[in-house]
């Protein structure tokens, strides 16, 4: 066993109302910057829909992630013999038009035209060129089902839907969509530090964040495409790539990540895990279909008895053990198996779990009306998205997986009528507890963090211990007279 | 060894300070966003070497009771993008002009050393008036000093005094509850100078004339927290994740406690993604869906069996058991008015018969007059103004009666109409015969009527459907399918499931509602079939339960203490308050444009109600005393009271006199009857918190030929010349109106770019300041991260030095105070509101012009303009004289001035000692000292006073917090939760969460309505005549009856749309919409929003542009094509501001394509302009019609060729 301990998320994806307020935070604080423009280290995606960068699942167009072979994992874009032989050459990178080209407006025209026979108007202009531009593309183009027939249509993860269930997935009475958003995994096995040939991308050993060293980095930009969440972005100003640093400098004060904090749906969930780095290459590299479950079993127990023993011998300090028991992710995760990692096929062993959405349930049309179903509440089989769907993003294609947590998401709800409005006869209640395999405990739990919880109860944020931390390289105490003395420029461009 | 490494190395990791360098800042303070969108949410604003870098939301508010969620954090991911506002290169940093008038101005200024007489050479000489009239919005600004600009300004108000009277001035500025102190100090000095104050509730549509007519109440609503409590939350025309954005969780988390939530939506809007059912009823028809569903309760839970819970509150505080007079018509019988208690010989001798109304006592076996109608309040008796049931003469406990049937002595066949096919139908109704002063007639109680209206025939004959499945016939379930596209099975399950949960939990039954349905013409209609249901659940007033309606920041709770100061009213009482819809009806000429009202007003001719043209009912509401018109009279209010002293008027009383004889003998007559005479135009108008040339100017291409006289994208004929009788008709049209147009503003939006002055004001970043909403029950601050950034000055100190520029010109031209006389309607929670039972015109020789009861009252007050500033900084004495109050309820606060003298801030003049409020900070705190809400001593006070007149107790409920008072400093700390308040109706005691009405539920106060209940049942004569009555169904406005396209043809492959302007989700309203990050997230424009089939006939392909136009303009956007959007239906979130990205239309002259507002024209109900009969009487923002849009319809085409720009 060798155990480290991870910052980890969960994002309740039926709570999430679209707002992308998340997405703005955290533009605010790191990406409004030259060169930064198009990055969007946390973005939001409607669902079905090409996200960003455009269709970024699909990994016969990008080959990110990592590939099974021999039970070990393999990155996609090359093997680490054929790497050498392809460094200068990356044909597997978005392009500008994947993403989009970032653009501002000659917003002083209005205040500066000269007396005419029209009102001036503000035109759009290139971030890049700074010449007129028509804009054709933007970092969350098809929200909330814009332009449906191009992009929600060609969502990777119908590949398993027919023509004609794509078409119905359209209709009145089963059209659907639910909000996707996406920070940086901080995966166990992340793509984008095995593919750099610099060296520039480490895991932080106290929290698993991954970064981009910003002295180290090289531009070789393979990073980009090892990231099968195409989740790194190379600064064309400053020639460096950057990624979403999961606000290490707000967690280390004690400060959940901007996104999180400024989370209005409260879908966000952060606390610490901890896992079994000795399993991570076999995880990794297990059989299709059983990748998700083996990534769940390198997770361990904080309140096992062996765990405890074994990570204070190894150097986990207590309070991280205490916080990974206090653990909302280690709840979702693990005790209640209500989250799953996002394309675990990917073999990232990403560290953000998702909770399915519930969805409305099924409509039928009758000539030109439309009779919503008899359902009080919606359940997995007549919900307007099909499980496949869920599947596919989520579990590798295993629809049952699925149906567990959408049976268990329904019984809190049936159970928590039953209590505060009585018209629920305990047998049905009692059925779908047990269909669910849950219990009345299980389910208070569940809701309460579902429905009651308060800024801390969402955020568990483990000590950082700073002075620690830095004791090697400077004495705290001098750190505390000097702090921000001195220049602050520039890193120099590229290298 | 395992697979990847950590790396633990703190060497190898120094670069990471690259990023904590990023994060590191100085200061972090707490403002808010003074936007209207009802959000109220607590900001942390983060500063690093003096400047604003970003913002996240506090996390601290005071806690609720732990049952519900906490609200954390609130903010959007519009509010998160302001800081981009402060050094973005929109920001308006130094005082701009308009070159023209610039140069116009220093030419006179040289010529005239008189600033007044300049101002009046270049306003009376007619080229050089057009001359900068004709350049507005096409460029040409140049910076300007504030000396300058400020010197301008006041010497055209000045001037305008003078010349045409002080009601020309109009002052612009909405939703007080953004940025309480910002609205007051632009609203104060008009109000001191006698200007006019426009609302903004009515004409933004975002109040629901609903809630008067049913609740007395202008809107009160349950704050979001509340919504956790609900067991059925149905959300309708208010799509929670976009507009309701810090607040949707309380409803998605109510899902994960047991609660249903049902989306009634055309589109699959965001919020239907956390439906459980999603009901896609047809647009603007949402009235039929609830109309059946209150058809399926009628039938099954109060015909087929009895709900205890039902009928008890049923009984007590509805208006179902009061007695209806039936009316013989040539074919049957008609429902009347309500039978008055004075008709009768056992009450004939009580004060106020005529208002106190009759329920069938089960005890008696006869007529009883129970307590808590109208006449109760303003009877000399006091203690009687409650909702014990017990007769109001002799005490006697009562039971009424719901129904008659069982105990009726006939059966009548009355009228019902169905608006949607024009067809009536014969309906039996149980009825008992009562003897009065007027014969022995026949009567019948709200609640039979509701069965006969929604066809429950309870075994009685007549027309009635045969059952559910009976399509012809209203409002079967079968019935409301052609209208809604939704299957009856819904219709009837929805019903079942709604009123089991109310039966269930005790009404926890609500229905959230908002601008998706209030924005249609028959607004009113769909909100009270909703509320038929809610009525009939007994579902209102309790926690998790209600009808919330939430459009627009409307909710200024501190509003008894604030308004002292907005208004002036501590100086100069009345204040002159306009509803703007039928200021801007009237004045930007839309009525002109309009043949007439019967496309959209189906319904009976009658005498008093039957005008065609929406006009002559506006300038009636006026002659009558409904409704404020400014300009007041044909002449100059000033210089009137010098022909008054001419001849011979000298006290107050004889100029009231002298006026009315004037008016009556027609030598003096109201501006409103002569809108288009030059003397009559509003001439200057400031505007400020606002995008009143964009966002807030519906019919907008007609503000810019009749306001601004700039050139317009209008190609509409003008219809009303044969149409109008009451309104003097002028040819041609006036043109460019406003002599001089102010812009305060941080931003070049379309208002400031039509402008001829833009003063750039500080941001919420950037001052003190307080803000308050319906959403959440806190009241928070404002306060100044930076300086005001560099010329800009906050609002407050942008009036203060405009008040002393007008002092000072004021001692040249105004130097001694002067009379002004000041119309004021028949008004809300006065007695005003028991004037008129009958409709009579004292124009037409029907009644006597009487002040305050025939027609509008008639003030005289004093002006003092060289003491202007003096006043504008100091809270006059009138207020301790007089205290404060507000619906009807006052409390003293003398003893609290005095001693304020001594530790506040004091200004001292002409011998007097004042408190000062010559800082905002400074208002502020007197604000909170003295309301209610802020000081427990105020609430305690004001209880008092309220327990006299309903001999109720209610003062306990703020005895625990008589000690509680927040200044603004503790503001800043901390985000405070409103005290329980006299002023509204819910309870916050105990963290409780606020919920309206729970006071008139829990202690017997009456609803501020005729009966004193809620009413269902709306006698007044205007709404027989209009068959509104009783809740109907009325459809929406098609095409045709639009009059949106007589001129504009179809143009190759094209399409007749719905043209719909939601809110959106990159913006609020217009501002945000021109900020980087949110045009990045919004395609860079803003789209209209196209069905996927709709665009394939179109030829228009995703992100294609397209070309939206009618007769009142043209807009020319990119499309966004979704199967999200039904058919035959465009959504054009509204404000896309015409400064960014809109290219040119070759429709319309190759000129610039405007925006939203471009294609529409406003619609008045005339209903709507009734008053001095109970809560249909006036008040600011609580009454009068709404400005609705939603009814609007274009062509649209794929634009030919490249944009031209």
């Known amino acids: 066993m060798n155990i480290r301990s991870q910052v980890s998320a969960v994002f309740h994806l039926d709570k999430c109302i679209g707002c992308h307020t998340c997405s703005i935070a955290c533009k605010n604080i790191w990406t409004g910057r030259k060169g930064t423009e198009y990055m969007w280290w946390n973005n939001v995606e409607t669902k079905p829909g090409v996200g960003y960068p455009c269709l970024w699942e699909d990994q016969k167009k990008y080959r990110g992630g990592w590939k099974e072979r021999n039970g070990k994992p393999e990155l996609i874009m090359h093997n680490r013999a054929s790497a050498l032989a392809n460094i200068f050459f990356n044909p597997f990178l978005p392009r500008l038009d994947d993403y989009y080209e970032p653009w501002t407006y000659r917003y002083g025209d209005l205040f500066g035209a000269a007396e005419g026979d029209d009102q001036p108007v503000a035109r759009p202009v290139s971030a890049i060129t700074g010449k007129e531009m028509e804009i054709e593309a933007g970092p969350n183009w098809d929200d909330d089902l814009s332009g449906s027939p191009i992009y929600a249509a060609n969502d990777p993860n119908f590949a398993s839907l027919n023509e004609e269930e794509r078409k119905q997935f359209f209709a009145l009475e089963s059209m659907v969509f639910f909000y996707l958003p996406r920070i940086c995994n901080h995966c166990i096995n992340p793509g984008c530090l095995a593919a750099c040939p610099a060296g520039a991308i480490y895991k932080r050993g106290e929290d698993g964040i991954v970064l981009v060293s910003q002295e180290k980095c090289r531009a070789w930009r393979m990073c980009i495409t090892g990231c099968p969440y195409k989740k790194t972005y190379y600064n064309w100003s400053a020639g460096k790539s950057e990624k979403c640093i999961f606000c290490y400098p707000r967690q280390e004060t004690g400060q959940a990540p901007a996104c999180f904090h400024s989370c209005v749906g409260r879908i966000r969930y952060l606390g610490v895990l901890l896992y079994d780095a000795d399993r991570i290459e076999s995880a990794a590299g297990s059989p299709a279909g059983s990748i998700a479950r083996k990534q769940l079993e390198l ?166 211990m700073r002075e620690a931390a830095i004791e090697e390289v400077t004495d705290p105490l001098n750190k505390r007279e000097s702090e921000g003395a001195g220049f602050t420029r520039k890193p120099k461009r590229g290298w | 060894m395992s697979w990847i490494q950590d790396l633990m190395k703190p060497k190898a990791r120094l670069w990471e300070e690259f990023y904590r360098n990023r994060w590191q800042h100085d200061r972090v303070v707490r403002s808010t966003h003074g936007v209207n969108c009802t959000g109220g949410c607590s900001w942390m604003v983060y500063v690093k070497n003096g400047i604003v870098t970003w913002e996240l939301q506090a996390t601290d508010y005071p806690g609720l009771d732990p049952t519900a969620p906490p609200h954390e954090p609130r903010g959007c991911q519009r509010g998160i993008t302001f800081s981009w506002y402060l050094y973005s290169p929109l920001r308006v940093k130094y005082p701009y002009i308009r070159g023209r008038l610039m140069d116009l101005w220093r030419k006179a200024r040289s010529i005239h050393a008189d600033p007044v007489e300049a101002w009046r050479s270049i306003v009376e000489n007619e080229d050089d008036r057009r001359s900068y009239q004709q350049v507005r919005g096409k460029g040409g600004f140049r910076r300007v000093s504030w000396g300058e600009a400020l010197e301008i300004i006041a010497a055209s108000m000045i001037y305008t005094i003078k010349k045409y009277g002080p009601d020309r001035l109009i002052g612009f500025t909405p939703i007080p509850a953004m940025s309480m102190l910002s609205y007051a100090a632009g609203t104060r000095l008009f109000e001191l100078m006698g200007g006019a104050v426009l609302s903004f509730y009515d004409w933004y549509s975002d109040f629901p004339p609903a809630s008067p007519e049913v609740w007395g109440e202008k809107t009160d609503v349950g704050e979001s927290a509340d919504w956790y409590h609900s067991k059925y939350l149905v959300v309708s025309g208010s799509n929670l994740n976009m507009t309701r954005t810090p607040d949707a969780h309380f409803a998605v988390e109510a899902r994960h406690n047991g609660s249903k939530l049902v989306v009634l939506s055309p589109d699959f809007s965001q919020v239907s993604k956390h439906a459980d059912w999603w009901v896609p009823v047809s647009a603007g028809q949402d009235g039929a869906f609830w109309m059946a569903a209150d058809h399926v309760i009628l039938k099954e839970f109060y015909a087929e069996r009895e709900v ?94 719901l129904s008659l049937l069982g105990s009726h002595d006939d059966v009548l066949m009355v009228r019902m109409q169905d608006f949607g096919t024009q067809k009536t139908f014969l309906r039996g109704v149980p009825a008992g015969y009562v003897e009065t002063s007027e014969g022995n007639i026949p009567v019948t109680t709200v609640l039979d009527l509701l069965f006969m209206q929604f066809g429950v025939s309870r075994g009685l004959e007549g027309e009635y459907p045969s059952g559910y499945h009976q399509e012809d016939m209203p409002y079967t379930p079968a019935w409301q399918e052609a209208r809604t596209g939704v299957g009856r099975d819904t219709v009837i399950r929805f019903a079942r499931e709604w009123a089991t949960t109310a039966e269930r939990t005790q009404g926890k039954c609500m229905h959230i ?139 107050d009383q004889e100029i009231v006199q002298w006026v009315v004889g004037q008016l009556k003998s027609r030598k003096l007559r109201f501006a409103v009857e002569d809108p288009d005479a030059p003397e009559n135009w509003p001439r200057v108008w400031l505007i400020w918190r606002a995008n009143a040339l964009m966002s807030s100017a519906k019919g907008q291409e007609y503000f810019f030929r009749h306001y601004l006289g700039t050139h317009s994208n209008a190609i509409a004929g003008e219809q009303a010349r044969d149409a109008v009788r009451e309104v003097q008709w002028r040819d041609p049209a006036p043109t460019g109106k406003l002599d001089l147009v102010v812009d305060i503003n941080f931003r070049m939006d379309t208002s400031a770019l039509y402008s001829d002055i833009i003063l750039p004001s500080a941001t919420w970043y950037e001052k003190d300041d307080m803000n308050t909403t319906d959403l959440h029950s806190y009241i928070h601050p404002l306060s100044a991260a930076v300086p005001p950034c560099w010329e800009s000055k906050t609002d407050w100190d942008i009036f203060k030095a405009l008040a002393g520029r007008v002092s000072e010109l004021a001692r040249t031209h105004l130097p001694a105070p002067v009379k002004d006389v000041v119309v004021t309607p028949l008004m809300h929670d006065t007695p005003d509101e028991i004037s008129q039972r009958e409709v009579k015109d004292w124009s037409r020789g029907e009644c006597e012009p009487v002040p305050g009861k025939t027609m509008s009252h008639i003030a005289v007050v004093e002006r003092d303009y060289t003491n202007l500033y003096n006043r504008f900084i100091s809270l006059g004495h009138a207020v301790k004289k007089d205290g404060l109050g507000m619906h009807g309820v006052r409390w003293d606060i003398g003893d609290h001035y005095e001693a304020l003298l001594k530790s506040a801030p004091v200004n001292e003049w002409n011998g007097q000692k004042y408190l000062s409020i010559a800082e905002a900070r400074d208002a502020a705190n007197l604000v909170l000292y003295f309301a209610p809400e802020t000081n427990g001593e105020m609430a305690y006070r004001g209880f008092r006073d309220a327990e006299k007149k309903v001999g109720m107790p209610l003062a306990d409920l703020a005895e625990r917090y008589r000690g509680v008072r927040y200044d603004f400093g503790q503001l800043v700390d901390q985000p405070r939760r409103i005290l329980t308040s006299p002023c509204w109706t819910g309870i916050t005691n105990d963290g409780r969460t606020y919920s309206a009405y729970c006071i008139n539920i829990e202690r017997l106060h009456p609803w501020r309505t005729l009966t004193g209940r809620q009413h269902l049942y709306l006698d007044h004569e205007a709404y027989i005549a209009f068959g509104e009555h009783l809740p109907t169904f009325k459809p929406k406005l098609g095409p045709e009856s639009s009059h949106d396209l007589l001129r504009s043809a179809p143009e190759g492959k094209s399409l007749v749309l719905n043209c719909i302007s939601p809110h959106g989700k990159w913006h609020i309203h217009s501002t945000y919409y021109d900020t980087l990050p949110m045009l990045t997230l919004s395609r860079g424009v803003g789209p209209f929003w196209l069905n996927d089939k709709d665009a394939e006939a179109l030829g228009v392909k995703d992100n294609d542009w397209v070309e939206a136009y009618n007769d009142h303009g043209v807009v020319v956007t990119r499309a966004v094509v979704s199967a999200r959007v039904p058919r035959g239906i465009g959504m054009f979130y509204h404000v896309a501001e015409r400064t960014i990205s809109f290219p040119k239309s070759g429709l319309r002259g190759k000129r610039r394509a405007g925006s939203d507002n471009s294609t529409t024209r406003i619609r008045l109900k005339p209903l709507f302009m009734i008053g001095g009969y109970a809560q249909f009487s006036y008040g600011f923002n609580y009454w009068g019609p709404p400005a609705p849009d939603r009814d609007t319809y274009v062509v649209i085409r794929k634009l030919g060729g490249k944009p031209q720009w």
């Open chain 2, 513 to 651: 509602v908002g601008s998706g349905v209030n924005h249609w013409y028959h607004n009113n209609l769909h909100y009270r079939a909703s509320i038929t249901a809610l009525l009939l659940c007994g579902s209102v007033g309790v926690n998790g339960g209600g009808l919330n309606h939430y459009t627009g920041q409307e909710k200024l709770i501190p509003d008894s203490s604030w308004s002292a100061i907005a208004f002036a009213t501590d100086w100069v009482k009345p204040p002159r308050h306009q509803n703007t819809p039928s200021f801007h009806y009237v004045h930007t000429d839309q009525w002109r444009y309009e043949s007439g009202i019967m496309g959209y007003r189906p319904g009976p001719e009658d005498k008093n109600f039957g005008h065609r043209h929406t006009i002559d009912h506006q300038v009636n509401a006026v002659r009558r005393g409904w409704l404020p018109f400014f300009p007041q009279f044909d002449k100059n209010s000033l210089s009137l009271m010098d022909e008054a002293a001419r001849e011979g008027a000298k006290s």
């Open chain 1, 299 to 464: 997770i361990l127990d904080p309140f096992d008895g062996e765990v405890i023993k074994e990570a204070k011998a190894q150097g986990i300090p207590d309070a991280v053990i205490e916080y990974a028991q206090k653990s909302p992710v280690y709840k979702f995760v693990k005790a209640w198996n209500i989250a799953l990692p996002l394309h675990p096929e990917f073999r990232t062993l990403p560290m953000l779990f998702y909770v399915p959405s519930l969805l409305p349930v099924m409509a039928h049309a009758k000539g030109n009306l439309h009779e919503v179903g008899h359902d009080f509440f919606g359940s997995p089989d007549n919900a307007r998205i099909p499980i496949r769907y869920f599947a596919a993003l989520l579990s590798e294609g295993n629809e049952e997986a699925i149906r567990a947590i959408y049976r268990k998401l329904v019984a809190v709800r049936v159970y928590r009528r039953a209590r505060t409005v009585g018209n629920i006869p305990e047998a049905r209640v009692n059925k779908a507890l047990d269909e669910a395999g849950t219990n009345p405990d299980e389910i208070e739990a569940i809701y309460r963090l579902t429905s009651l919880p308060s800024v801390e109860d969402r955020f568990v944020i483990p000590p950082f």
């Open chain 2, 308 to 401: 205890p819970y039902f009928t008890e509150y049923a009984k007590r505080f509805t208006d179902f058991p009061f007695l209806v007079a039936l009316e013989k018509t040539a074919d049957g019988y008609s429902a009347g008015r309500f039978l008055c208690a004075g008709r009768l010989a056992r009450y004939n001798q009580v004060e106020n018969g005529d208002w106190k109304f009759l329920v069938f006592d089960k005890n008696a076996g006869e007529p009883r007059m129970p307590q808590g109608s109208i006449g109760y309040r303003w009877q000399k008796q006091q203690g009687q103004w409650n909702l014990e049931m017990k007769d109001g003469a002799d005490g006697s406990a009562l039971d009424p009666v």
